[in-house]
Structure formats: structure tokens, C-alpha cells
């Protein structure tokens, strides 16, 4: 949620107050981009502070994480150890909500 507000500073044009990887707002060439995901961002730390839609918010988190995750590794290793926690976190997450997830992976589905 405060990468998010800080994300926020960043289109605005204001100086933010955490540091941003360079090579993450070079990617975001199209400034609609980077309004949605951090809103998404905003939206989804929001929703898991308050204990609500957690496993939907848990699926729209999986492609940005991946995102912040990939971007780390691969091009920018500044912010590394910050999205490492942060996939673990995530992880954990996912592992303690398992139980929400476990029926989209079931072959044969019984009807409701």
C-alpha cells in the first residue's frame, strides 16, 4: 500500500519518499499504466489490512508481485532483498489460504 502511495508521488511529479528503482519507471512509458497498478496496489493493501476479499485480493496481487519480483532480479537489483520479502509474504499468503484455492485446480468439478 506505501509503494503505492509513493507510486502516486512519482505521477504527480513530487519527490517521493522511498526510493524508486529507475529502470521500473522507464517501464512505465505510458503513465495510465503505472495509475492503475498503483491504485491496484492501493486498493489490495487496503483490502488485506482490513481482512476483506482476501483470496480475490490474493489472485489480483499474484501478477504484479511476479512483476516486482522478475523486474528485481533481472533488471534492477537495487530494491532485491524488498521484493524477495515481499514474494515471501506473499507466499505466505497463499499457503494459508490454500483451502480458496485448491477447487480452480480440481479436474472434474462436482456442479453447484
Not at 512505465?28 to 497498478?37: A, D, G, N, T
Amino acid at each position: 500500500m506505501v509503494a503505492g502511495v509513493n507510486g502516486y508521488f512519482v505521477i504527480f511529479g513530487l519527490e517521493p519518499f522511498i526510493a524508486t528503482s529507475p529502470e521500473a519507471m522507464a517501464l512505465f512509458e505510458f503513465k495510465y499504466l503505472l495509475v492503475v497498478e498503483k491504485s491496484l496496489e492501493i486498493i489490495c493493501g487496503t483490502l488485506l489490512l482490513t481482512n476483506q476479499f482476501v483470496p480475490l485480493t490474493i489472485a489480483i496481487l499474484a501478477p504484479i508481485i511476479a512483476n516486482i519480483l522478475m523486474l528485481h532480479l533481472f533488471l534492477d537489483h537495487s530494491l532485491l532483498i524488498l521484493a524477495l520479502l515481499l514474494a515471501i509474504a506473499y507466499v505466505y499468503l497463499l499457503f494459508f489460504y490454500w483451502g480458496n484455492f485448491i477447487r480452480i485446480l480440481e479436474r472434474r468439478p462436482k456442479p453447484s
